[in-house]
């Protein structure tokens, strides 16, 4: 970080109407470039000298806009450009307009944000680098770590977020979701998205510095936002809306790790639909895809909200009944036990009438399954997907339209 008594240059970019403001501060040599190009040369012939380790770009809005326009090149390129020449060099964005938050693109590409309405003190604090609403480099500010590790985790970032701002301000904030009113008396922000996200509310801190934050902010919930849309769509099956083949793979060990550290049980049924090529060549694959459909919102209708059901093949299905909590008290309803859930759900398909296949009486849809229950049947995932597949073969040759199923399925968990 720059000493608050060091000398800075100052590159300013495009319009940005700072010149006379930053011309009688103290410790400020002051440049001006015309564009992109010309701030990258300016970084050239002091690249090596002392001043070079303490210089920062401003690229006005305008000169931002020129160079996506003239030179083809992003607001990530133009950045990578000035850090090529002076790997030290922090570039800000100036926000000539509050209310045109920048895009993702430039909240990721820029090292902070400064605006004409701001104090001199605390435009000062920015430009020097000791303000908190700047990271000290790209990507790198104070707690982003936390940030990251929540997005990889799949958690909510917002309450890791609110604490860093808090740390980096040194008052407290708080988040407002778009549909709640925020609290009148305080400065509130609203934090943009490609639907606007909500406020961010901090009662002490002075506009330009929340503004500043609701940007970043803004940058990790879009992240954040994409991550779940990604996170899911690699996770389902597109057609059922139940969980693929990997999610099941991957909540099962999981699932089968937790719980054999708290002592629980757990039970996975293996299950597919009876004669199911013959109803796909009889009808096509519409009225196919329909069944398969249905017989996902079934099973789900039936299931606990911690239970998981995967498609992991054309008709074949794994159903993970587990409860992290544990039991529930004697006597719960409705019924718990994974047997009486996958009871409840064979009946529902024997009397479920699908319009595509011309059904006019219940019967004609049965599954055959197999259930066993962790840590009896087997005590890794893998002994317990070939109990369970054996336990379902056994259905089919018995007739199918059958539950085969450990001893210990009938318990309650």
């Given at each position: 970080m720059a000493r608050a008594d060091a000398v800075v240059r100052v590159i300013l970019v495009g319009a940005t109407g700072l010149d006379t403001l930053l011309r009688r501060q103290p410790g400020v040599e002051l440049l001006r470039a015309r564009g992109a190009l010309d701030a990258i040369g300016e970084l050239a012939e002091a690249n090596g000298t002392a001043e070079s380790r303490n210089t920062v770009v401003i690229v006005g809005s305008d000169a931002d806009k020129t160079a996506q326009q003239h030179l083809g090149a992003t607001a990530d390129e133009v950045v990578d450009g000035l850090r090529l020449v002076d790997p030290h060099v922090r570039v800000l964005l100036m926000l000539s307009d509050p209310k045109t938050m920048p895009s993702p693109a430039e909240v990721a590409a820029y090292d902070g944000f400064v605006a004409p309405s701001s104090p001199v003190e605390e435009l000062m604090r920015v430009i020097r680098g000791t303000s908190a609403a700047t990271s000290e480099s790209k990507g790198a500010g104070p707690?982003?770590?936390?940030?990251?590790?929540?997005?990889?985790?799949?958690?909510?970032?917002?309450?890791?977020?609110?604490?860093?701002?808090?740390?980096?301000?040194?008052?407290?904030?708080?988040f407002v979701p778009a549909k709640d009113p925020a609290p009148q008396g305080s400065v509130t922000v609203w934090v943009p998205?490609?639907?606007?996200?909500?406020?961010?509310?901090?009662?002490?801190?002075?506009?330009?510095?929340?503004?500043?934050?609701a940007v970043w902010l803004a940058g990790w919930l879009r992240l954040q936002q994409q991550q779940t849309h990604l996170r899911r769509a690699a996770f389902t099956d597109s057609l059922t809306g139940a969980w693929n083949r990997r999610y099941f793979e991957r909540f099962l060990a999981s699932a089968i790790d937790q719980a054999k550290s708290n002592r629980l049980s757990l039970t996975l049924m293996l299950f597919d639909i009876d004669d199911f090529k013959l109803f796909n060549d009889k009808y096509g694959h519409s009225a196919a895809d329909e069944i398969l459909v249905e017989v996902v919102r079934m099973m789900q209708s039936v299931i606990r909200p911690t239970d998981r059901v995967c498609r992991i093949g054309g008709d074949e299905f794994a159903v993970i009944f587990y409860e992290p909590g544990g039991p529930r008290s004697p006597g719960s309803k409705p019924p718990t036990s994974a047997a009486a859930m996958a009871e409840r759900f064979q009946r529902q398909i024997e009397e479920q009438r699908f319009p595509k296949l011309g059904i006019d009486a219940p019967g004609r849809l049965t599954i055959s399954a197999g259930l066993a229950t962790f840590p009896w049947d087997g005590a890794t995932p893998q002994e317990l997907i070939a109990r369970a597949d054996e336990l379902a073969r056994q259905s089919k040759r018995e007739g199918k339209n059958t539950l085969r199923m450990g001893p210990f399925a009938e318990e309650e968990q």
């Open positions: 707690g982003d770590t936390e940030v990251v590790l929540a997005l990889l985790k799949g958690v909510d970032i917002t309450p890791t977020a609110l604490s860093i701002i808090e740390q980096r301000t040194g008052w407290p904030v708080q998205g490609s639907e606007t996200f909500g406020s961010l509310v901090g009662p002490k801190i002075d506009r330009p510095t929340l503004e500043a934050h």
